[in-house]
């Protein structure tokens, strides 16, 4: 059979090339006679796998030495108690603004921990925006403002970060990791899960400034404790040792495209045809402010639900696969990351075009 375009928000598409170099060396990874999947993560073979992982990431995205860089589990989802176990515990506050589904997990995780306060929110207008703020509105004594980046739901991303002067800025970079480069200084840490732009489900990233570690709760899980995961170099426990490896893979074939900026340009790319039919048809509309568009995510609607449900129908049998958007937004969503070739997106535009031209 022959691959679908995925436009899963994620687990999502992974480069052809990279599952091709996986596939090689299933059953003998470099002469070792055995899969990275059955080696200890303890041999010397992985400790090279998972140093040279680090070591590209670092390479790609610009790391300073100030930072750490951590392989970890329990998914994005688990940073959200382990944030404020980790740094909430000099006032006591902390600032989240609330940009969509992913901001307010997190929110509602760190009150139970202290005194987290909901600085700004788009949920008046279904989270289609991003809202202003000005370092006024931060609390000062804040231990740190807390974002989502890029808003898998909604589609939406910080192009300006809120200026929060000395407070520590803290971002979920789940849904826009690698897709363009970032200035990782201007935060004191980043963190996303793998499955949506790195590698597969198991493995979440976290990059963060030398001297947000050792401020942790004394109740705060052995597990969840980012100094002592620093101090074992990620290796307190098993790592999930595969996906670090596809991880690594990954980030060599970013690397021989050109990096971060030739991955911004590609995704440009993508994006543009995407959104430049959006502006122009009579069916399709796309459901964000211009402004604060993402190019990772992009959910857009017709005016009718059935018409909507025979859309995903028809293009999920064209080789089209999971497009129907999330239940608060409904419609569509195609989800655009590093993997998806431009040509997916072209031929879905090319698909969305006889669509209307058939239904309108
Ligand atoms: C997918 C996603 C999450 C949740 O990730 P899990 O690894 O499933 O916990 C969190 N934040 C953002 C921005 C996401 O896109």
Known sequence: MARVYNFSAGP????????????????????????????????????????????????????????????????????????????????????YIITGQWAKKAFTEAKKYGNAREVASSADKTFSYIPKTTRADFDPDADYVYICMNNTIYGTVYHELPDTGDI????DISSCFLSEPMDVTKFAMVYGGAQKNVAPAGLVIAIIRDDMLGKARDITPVMMNYQIMAENHSLYNTPPCYTIYI???????????????????????????????????KMFHGTVVPEDRSLMNVPFVTDSD????????????????NLKGHRTVGGMRASIYNAMPIEGVEKLVAFMKEFEKNNG
């Open 247 to 281: 991880c690594k893979l990954v980030l060599e074939w970013i690397k021989s495209l050109g990096g971060l900026e030739a991955m911004k340009e590609r995704n440009e790319k993508k994006a543009k045809i995407l959104y430049d039919f959006l502006d122009s048809s």
């Open 168 to 171: 520590p800025l803290i971002a």
């Open 12 to 95: 999502s598409m992974l480069p052809e090339e990279v599952l091709r170099k996986a596939a090689s060396e299933m059953l003998d990874y470099e002469g070792c006679g055995q899969s990275v999947m059955e080696m200890s993560h303890r041999s010397k073979e992985f400790d090279k796998i998972i140093k040279d992982a680090e070591a590209l990431l670092r390479e790609l995205m610009n790391i300073p030495d100030n930072y750490q860089v951590l392989f970890l589990q329990g998914g994005a989802s688990a940073q959200f108690s382990a944030i404020p176990l980790n740094f909430m515990n000099g006032s006591g506050k902390a600032d």
């Open 306 to 321: 059935e018409l909507n449900a025979k859309f995903i129908k028809e293009a999920t049998a064209a080789g089209f696969v």
